[in-house]
């Protein structure tokens, strides 16, 4: 059993932090997450709700409530909203910080509230850290801080004059800055880790959180049961649309589980202090692997890659525009995304047995399979009208 410490998590209620929360809790450790109120939720019940869906199992999730303590505040306040007494006393209490939490908007318009939630709520941590005895802190960035680089984006590099493809990479980009700069002011002793985009999980293919490709799945499967209503079961849906992008560029990514698995055994080291750690893909995805393969799960043929000549000669159709809203994020990647060197990464993991997979054919009708199942069971198929 690794030694027991009281941690401080943000992001709780996110995917990624969500299951690194859970099986933090499974270690034995105590952990006090921070968390925003909704209209409807106090911050516990959103926690709670979240780490139960985690776990799947709720008796499971009961059996680690005693080592769960959830305050209310917000990483982009002064103080992250606590009192001063309250903070104080956390910071003289906890071992360590995992901060998970960010904006994940990506839009222009979101860019104040980007950095004030990721540059911002970076800075208030570090005061935080500052405060705190071990000074001991994990920083969850992402891969895409590298930007529009054409080349390989090595792990002990940040800022290189790179430029971005939008204000989160940039945002997250800044807040290690500031990570860098506290561990050069011995302000903060800290680990970064850097996921590309998280899937669900490595056997199951399980996932919690709906976002990017699978609001993508999510859009095509409904506009898909509507085109097959008086269709036979089980027909091809002949549909063509295009999608910008090349066949022969990349999407990186990497299952849940091994993110969660391999930045835990990267920390348990304390080798990793001062480190950057890319947990990505070493085998990342040709987008004419896994679209094709999605669309054959889905029973659709005729949706195919183009360059932007393709509408320039003929605008976006309806359901074109949709597929682009609905793959906003990802979209913007899907003509090129840099290469993640993870040389320190896969060192550090060597003696474990942790390994990313590859992301194959079966690992895609894992992931979709699971995914489609679940919206089958959640909202079945209407009957067709007499």
Not at 31 to 45: F, N, P, V, W, Y
Not at 93 to 104: G, K, N, R
Not at 214 to 231: D, K, N, P, S
Request: proline content about 5%.
């Amino acid at each position: 059993m690794p030694e027991r410490k009281h941690i401080f998590l943000t992001g709780a209620t996110g995917f990624l932090g969500s299951h690194l929360a859970y099986e933090l809790l499974g270690q034995g450790h105590r952990i006090t997450a921070l968390a925003r109120s909704s209209k409807t939720s106090s911050g516990r019940e959103r926690v709670e709700e979240t780490l139960e869906e985690v776990a799947l199992d709720a008796a499971a999730f009961q059996a680690h409530i005693p080592n769960l303590t959830v305050i209310e505040g917000d990483i982009s306040q002064p103080n992250m909203g606590l009192t001063g007494d309250a903070r104080t006393r956390l910071a003289a209490s906890v071992d360590e910080v995992w901060h998970c939490a960010a904006s994940l908007s990506f839009t222009q318009e979101d860019r104040d509230e980007i950095f004030r939630m990721n540059v911002g709520g970076t800075q208030n941590i570090l005061d935080f850290v500052r405060d705190m005895p071990s000074r001991r802190l994990h920083h969850v960035s992402t891969a895409y801080v590298a930007g529009n680089r054409p080349d390989i984006a090595m792990e002990d590099q940040i800022d290189v004059g790179q430029t971005f493809k939008n204000a989160y990479e940039e945002s997250k980009c800044r807040s290690e800055l500031l990570v860098q700069r506290a561990q050069a002011d011995h302000s903060a002793r800290a680990t970064i880790y850097r996921p590309s985009i998280v899937i669900g999980d490595s056997k199951t293919g399980r996932v919690t959180h709906f976002h990017g490709v699978y609001a993508f799945i999510r859009g095509l499967w409904t506009a898909l049961r509507r085109m097959r209503r008086g269709l036979p079961e089980g027909s091809v849906v002949h549909l063509p649309f295009r999608v910008l992008g090349s066949e022969t560029t990349t999407l990186n990514f990497v299952p849940i589980d091994y993110v969660v698995d391999g930045m835990l055994a990267i920390a348990a080291s304390e080798a990793s202090l001062g480190g950057t750690y890319h947990l990505t893909n070493p085998l990342p995805t040709e987008n004419r692997i896994w679209l094709p393969n999605i669309c054959k799960i889905l029973g659709v043929e005729g949706i195919h890659f183009v360059d932007e000549s393709s509408f320039a000669k003929e605008p976006m159709t309806r359901l074109e525009t949709m597929f682009q809203k609905q793959m906003a994020f990802y979209y913007m990647y899907l003509q090129g995304e840099p290469r993640f060197d993870c040389r320190r990464t896969l060192e550090a993991l060597r003696k474990t047995t942790i390994q990313c997979p590859e992301v194959t054919v079966d690992f895609i009708a894992k992931m979709v399979g699971w995914y489609v199942d679940f919206l089958n069971r959640k909202e079945p198929t209407p009957p067709t009208p007499q």
